[in-house]
């Protein structure tokens, strides 16, 4: 296929390899040794320390492909995957780096150059966004970056973005400073005329969506909340791949790519349903085609599903993707599992993890599949005689039917219900009664545990898997 999404990829590596880059393998999506973060979930995570001063920059200029999950903590995309067509639970986060090396004008230039003379995209499509200073915080107006962008895109497609969009902080203190993103229009030209080409981001509309986001670490935050001008500047990037082969191969929907159809469509005829048929059973076979992503490369990346911590969070991801291929597409019988191979082929080459293990990936599925299904059957039946859904009831349907209280919500969600949430943490508070402090705290990218008056969830003892569920609650 002309312009395939292994083409894609290579083409971003080759190109900033070309300015200098080195190319660096993705780190794994499960992060071990760092008690802030439970998942990579940006490009730049495996480079905090250059960052922070606290390692040898060894390449000043550094480029690659990152896989990224997105399901906890201050980044938690789930509720909107499948629902959108844009938001994955695990995603590849094409990256460029400078430590101490080009700033914003390479950056900018670069970025330009890659999207209008590698990829092709149509100028006209693309807006970019720039921070517009924030008074309040003596945080200045991103002048030069304004000016950079103005050389190559027409001032009406140059918007100005607030501090919550456009400027980054690792945490409470650490570098931070503007970010200018790149965001493609596909809406229709006949939609476009109408509003006379009016540029917009994302959040105004699903069909202009964000591709990719320049972080310009300008500053470093003290702890008096004052800023300095950090000796070295950086640059960080991060432009989602799954979006840049949708606007490259002219979709409208990630899912409609190449990177997602060989699985949608091996679901849809084990389902013998249409994908495009119907938006309830493609929601289902999205989530599916996405889900399996994050178990497969978690499990292969040495994350097991189990009853706490990481592993809970995987195995709500799993248990989820169960129930929609269960209840909606009628897949009575351990299905999930046969995605991995078609997922290992695929990556095979990319990131190998995943192609050396797929048998035991594909076997910790099956497992995982074959344990929930004996519940699955009773616990929906139970859930469909529910009127309403109190603490108990939906404490019941995650005590014995190994329902997470994310997929008990999603369910009610579905069925116009809601879940007493307070009376379900409640009945978990009931089952347990030590407590003890949370070593993880998960709320931004980064913070430094047991600093200042933060104060987070307190889990409990021998019920991780619960002290997991009330932390999800919470952030
Ligand atoms: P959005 O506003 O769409 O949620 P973001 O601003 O949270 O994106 P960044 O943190 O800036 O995203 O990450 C860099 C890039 O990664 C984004 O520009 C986008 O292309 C991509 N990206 C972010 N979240 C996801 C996701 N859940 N699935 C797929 N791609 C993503
Ligand atoms: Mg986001
Ligand atoms: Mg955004
Ligand atoms: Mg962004």
Redo the contacts with the bound molecule.
């Keep these: 296929m002309n312009n395939s999404a292994q083409q894609i990829r290579q083409q971003f590596l080759d190109f900033f390899k070309s300015k200098g880059h080195q190319i660096v393998p993705s780190a794994p999506i499960v992060v071990k040794n760092d008690p802030t973060l439970m998942f990579t979930?940006?490009?730049m995570n495996q480079f905090k320390e250059l960052f922070l001063g606290e390692a040898t920059i060894k390449y000043p200029r550094v480029a690659d492909t990152q896989r990224?999950l997105?399901v906890s903590g201050k980044?938690n995309?789930l509720e909107?995957?499948g629902i959108d067509t844009?938001?994955?639970?695990?995603?590849?986060?094409l990256?460029n780096w400078s430590f101490g090396d080009y700033f914003k004008k390479e950056a900018i230039t670069w970025s330009w150059e890659l999207l209008t003379e590698v990829y092709k995209l149509p100028k006209d499509r693309l807006y970019v966004t720039v921070f517009e200073g924030d008074d309040s915080e003596g945080l200045p107006k991103d002048q030069e970056a304004y000016d950079f962008w103005k050389a190559f895109v027409d001032e009406d497609r140059i918007l100005l973005g607030n501090k919550k969009?456009n400027f980054?902080e690792m945490g409470e203190t650490g570098p931070c400073g503007p970010?200018s993103?790149?965001h493609f229009d596909s809406r229709s030209d006949e939609e476009r005329a109408r509003v006379n080409g009016a540029a917009l981001v994302?959040?105004d509309d699903p069909l202009v969506?964000?591709?990719?986001?320049n972080?310009f670490m300008q500053f470093n935050r003290l702890k008096d909340g004052s800023l300095k001008t950090l000796p070295a500047q950086h640059v960080d990037?991060?432009?989602?791949?799954?979006?840049?082969v949708r606007v490259i191969q002219q979709k409208t929907s990630?899912y409609d790519t190449d990177v997602f159809q060989p699985m949608i469509q091996f679901i849809a005829e084990n389902a013998g349903i249409k994908y495009g048929e119907a938006e309830k059973t493609d929601i289902a076979m999205r989530v599916m085609a996405d889900h399996i992503r994050a178990i497969a490369f978690a499990i292969a990346d040495g994350q097991l599903p189990s009853n706490n911590k990481a592993g809970y969070v995987i195995r709500r991801i799993l248990r989820r993707a169960v129930r929609y291929a269960y209840q909606t597409l009628g897949f009575k019988a351990p299905f999930l599992n046969q995605l991995v191979p078609i997922l290992a082929q695929q990556f095979n080459g990319v990131f190998d993890e995943l192609y050396a293990q797929k048998d035991f990936v594909q076997k910790v599925v099956l497992e995982e599949e074959n344990s929930f299904l004996r519940t699955l059957e009773n616990g929906i039946s139970r859930f469909e005689k529910m009127e309403e859904i109190s603490g108990e009831k939906a404490f019941e349907l995650y005590d014995t039917f190994g329902f997470p209280i994310d997929l008990t919500e999603l369910m009610a969600r579905e069925k116009g219900l809601m879940v007493d949430m307070q009376g379900f943490e409640a009945e978990l508070q009931k089952q347990k009664a030590r407590s003890r402090a949370a070593t993880a705290i998960d709320t931004q990218d980064w913070v430094i545990v047991n600093e200042g008056d933060e104060t987070e969830f307190v889990g409990y003892d021998e019920l991780e898997s619960q002290a997991q569920i009330l932390k999800y609650r919470k952030v």
Excluded at 237 to 244: A, K, P, Q, W
């Design positions: 979930n940006a490009g990224c997105r980044h995309d909107e995957v844009y938001h994955h639970t695990m995603f590849e986060m990256g969009d980054w970010c993103e790149i994302n959040a969506i964000e591709i990719w986001n972080v990037t991060g432009m989602g791949f799954e979006r840049l990630n």
